[in-house]
C-alpha cells in the first residue's frame, strides 16, 4: 500500500519521530522524556528504522504490532525490500549501513520482509481542528503541485513512490513551493542540524546516529497536543 489516511481520535497527542537508524535506545530516551503514553498517545515514524545503528531488528518491530504506533517507508527500508528481493543490491545494503543483516537467519530476513513490503509510502492525517498533516520520507516529489497529484501518482506508479522516499532537493536548496491542500508536510531523509520548515515541509532528522562530542545531532520530535491549532505545535529533541 502506498497512501492511507488516519484520522486520530480527539484528545489523543500526535509524535511525529525523525530517522532512527536502529537507534533505541535514544528513542527510548526521547520518550520518556516527553511522558510518552503507548495507550493514548499516536507514535509516527517518518521511516528509515534500521541501518547504521545498534538495533535494527528491535527499533524496526517496535513499530509493529501496536495500533498506536506506525512507520511510513523510508529510504532505507527500499534498500532492505530491494537487497532481499534482488542478491545483486546487497552490497549497496551493506555498503549503507545493512551489514545486521548478514548475522540474521532467514525466517528473521522474511518476517523483516514481509513487515517492510506493507509500509505505506505516506501518510496523511487529520487533525481535531480539522487541519491536514501529510507525512512522507523525503519530500513530496518536485514538480508535483498537489498533494492530491502526489498521492493519486503515488498509488498508481513506483517511479513516484521512490521519489517520495530518496529526492531531496527542497532541503538542499530550501527554498520549496508550499502545497496547497495540505497544511503540514513532515519528511526525514535529509540530515540538518536542526529541524527546518520550507515552504510547508518540516524536515525534522537531526542525524541522531550521527551524534558525538563533535557535534550537535540529536533525535528530534514534532508534537501535537490535543485540540491545538499547527502553528502551535512543539519541537522537542533528545541526544543519546
Known amino acids: ?118 509500509m505505506p509510502v505516506a501518510i496523511e492525517l487529520e487533525t481535531d481542528l480539522g487541519e491536514t498533516i501529510g507525512i512522507v520520507h523525503a519530500q513530496v516529489p518536485c514538480g508535483f503541485k498537489t498533494w492530491y497529484e502526489f498521492k493519486t501518482m503515488a498509488e498508481a506508479y513506483v517511479g513516484a513512490r521512490q521519489r517520495a522516499m530518496w529526492e531531496r532537493e527542497y532541503a538542499k536548496r530550501n527554498i520549496a513551493p508550499v502545497i496547497p491542500d495540505i497544511d503540514l508536510i513532515v519528511c526525514g531523509h535529509s540530515v540538518t542540524p536542526q529541524h527546518k520548515l520550507v515552504g510547508n515541509h518540516l524536515f525534522i532528522d537531526t542525524g541522531s546516529v550521527f551524534a558525538d562530542d563533535t557535534n550537535n545531532f540529536k533525535l528530534t520530535a514534532m508534537i501535537l497536543d490535543p485540540n491545538t491549532a499547527l502553528d502551535k505545535m512543539r519541537i522537542v529533541s533528545c541526544r543519546q
Open 1 to 118: 500500500m502506498s497512501h492511507f489516511k488516519h484520522k486520530f481520535q480527539a484528545g489523543r497527542r500526535l509524535i511525529i519521530v525523525g530517522d532512527l537508524h536502529g537507534d533505541l535506545p535514544t528513542l527510548n530516551k526521547l520518550l520518556k522524556q516527553i511522558s510518552y503514553c503507548e495507550d493514548s498517545d499516536l507514535l509516527v515514524s517518518v521511516g528509515d528504522l534500521v541501518d547504521r545503528g545498534p538495533a535494527s531488528i528491535e527499533t524496526f518491530n517496535f513499530f509493529f504490532g501496536h495500533e498506536n504506533r506506525v512507520a511510513i517507508m523510508g529510504n532505507h527500508e527500499d534498500m532492505l525490500l530491494h537487497a532481499l528481493e534482488n542478491p545483486n543490491s546487497i552490497g549497496n545494503w551493506i555498503a549503507n549501513g545493512g551489514s545486521w543483516a548478514t548475522n540474521c537467519d532467514n525466517e528473521t530476513l522474511a518476517d523483516l520482509y514481509s513487515k517492510a513490503h506493507e
